[in-house]
């Protein structure tokens, strides 16, 4: 006996069980479809523009108009310069 014929074999003895594991995870995954089919997205909202971006090089500094910036995990970036 291969390992398919003792699986059949075990289902067919316990049939109850794996019409029970069948339908919870027809349930399941019904669930999961309803879910993501129903949940609502969040849509961005405008709530500005940004007309210019200054960066503080230094902390008493004066800041430094630029064109672009990066913005980075704790600061803006414009070339070498870094906005503490």
């Known amino acids: ?3 398919r014929d003792l699986a059949v074999g075990a289902l067919a003895q316990n049939r109850r069980t794996a019409l029970l594991l069948g339908t919870g995870a027809a349930l ?3 669930l999961v479809l309803v879910y993501k089919r129903t949940r609502k997205t969040e849509k961005s909202v405008r709530v500005g523009a940004v007309s210019q ?3 503080h ?3 008493s500094g004066r800041a430094r108009p630029v064109a672009r910036a990066e913005c980075q995990k704790m600061c803006l970036k414009s070339g070498e310069m870094l906005d503490r």
Request: aromatic share 8%.
């Open 28 to 30: 399941l995954l019904g």
């Open 53 to 55: 971006i200054f960066i």
């Open 57 to 59: 090089p230094l902390k």
């Open 1 to 3: 006996m291969d390992l």
